[in-house]
């Protein structure tokens, strides 16, 4: 057994040559050379500290919804929260959840307990950590809405920093660009309402996305981020490509910002897609396409 495994074995449940495709909602990407499942902080800062000792890439995992893993396999470490890092508390209107708690989950909680701010989320099938570092959002609702301060590993330290310091915008976060921060948990202001108000606007918001989007199939969610004052989706049909398949990765006939994995597709096929939209888009509209998905492991 090599020393690394058995070192990380010691302070968490590890695997070996786990497939990448069962960790994402697409169901693409190689194998992780070790996919490690920490139970406490101490032992998270243990295994950083050994992951980064032997030199070798290590990735924080949700329920892996906004990611586009490449088909190589992976010479690293996959660090998941969703096992183990799952509590949250409630006090009056504030609530504080772990990373690996399901956005879902926390918006159902927060709904039985009369509190506004969540509704969003309630169709995102994301850990709270990975919404917070995407700034994810609906219905022209976002994390940052409601994110008073984060819980976070930067540095081999253990502290809160505000939102304010964030700098969340669009789809954005100050996470994206420092990939080692690792958000462990977060402090989030909801607002006081009826239930039943509540109730009635996420059951309307579930059948928005029942009737609009491809949830029959894997996919990412949303592919593209929306132009400023357009929908991404709208360009895409613009182009005929609402159907549009190439190998097993196909444009949703229900909602063409949606790209699915229809038939056993490869990441290479769901990438060259993504980028052959881009372009023609780009040649019919003068609009550059960005994509709102992260991808993973390519070269």
């Known amino acids: 057994m090599d020393q690394l495994l058995n070192d990380l074995r010691q302070f968490a ?10 960790m994402t909602t697409l169901r693409i990407g190689g194998k992780a050379k070790y996919t490690v499942y920490p139970e406490t902080e101490i032992a998270l800062d243990g295994i950083i500290r050994m992951i980064r000792k032997a030199g070798m890439p290590f990735k924080i995992f949700g329920k892996g919804s906004n990611i586009l893993c490449s088909d ?10 969703d096992r183990h890092f799952n509590d949250f508390y409630f006090k009056d209107e504030t609530v504080t959840a772990q990373a690996g708690c399901s956005i879902i989950t926390l918006s159902y909680e927060a709904m039985k307990k ?16 990975g919404v917070c570092y995407m700034n994810a959002g609906a219905y022209k609702c976002s994390m940052s809405d409601v994110i008073d301060s984060l ?27 420092h990939l080692d921060w690792i958000i462990l948990a977060v402090r989030m202001h909801l607002e006081k309402k009826d239930p039943a108000e509540i109730t009635a606007r996420m059951n ?10 491809p949830l029959d199939y894997p996919s990412c969610g949303s592919v593209f981020r929306n132009p400023e004052n357009m929908n991404a989706w709208k360009l ?13 990765a196909m444009v949703s006939p229900k909602h063409p910002n949606f790209i699915i994995n229809s038939d056993h597709a ?3 096929d769901f990438l060259n897609l993504c980028n052959d939209i881009q372009r023609k888009v780009y040649e019919k ?15």
């Open 13 to 22: 449940e590890t695997e070996t040559d786990t497939p990448l495709s069962t």
């Open 72 to 81: 190589m396999d992976y010479d690293g470490a996959i660090i998941r929260l």
């Open 114 to 129: 009369g509190l506004s701010g969540l509704e969003f989320a309630n169709g995102i099938p994301a850990t709270v950590g």
């Open 151 to 177: 819980f976070v590993y930067r540095d081999e330290k253990f502290e809160w920093i505000p939102s304010s310091e964030c700098e969340y915008a669009y789809r954005t976060s100050i996470f994206q660009k």
């Open 204 to 213: 309307d918001r579930r059948q928005r996305r029942l009737s609009t989007q």
């Open 236 to 248: 895409i049909d613009g182009i005929g490509y609402r159907g549009k398949r190439l190998g097993g």
């Open 266 to 268: 490869s990441g290479s």
């Open 285 to 299: 509209y003068g609009i550059q396409l960005y994509m709102e998905v992260e991808k993973f492991n390519w070269q």
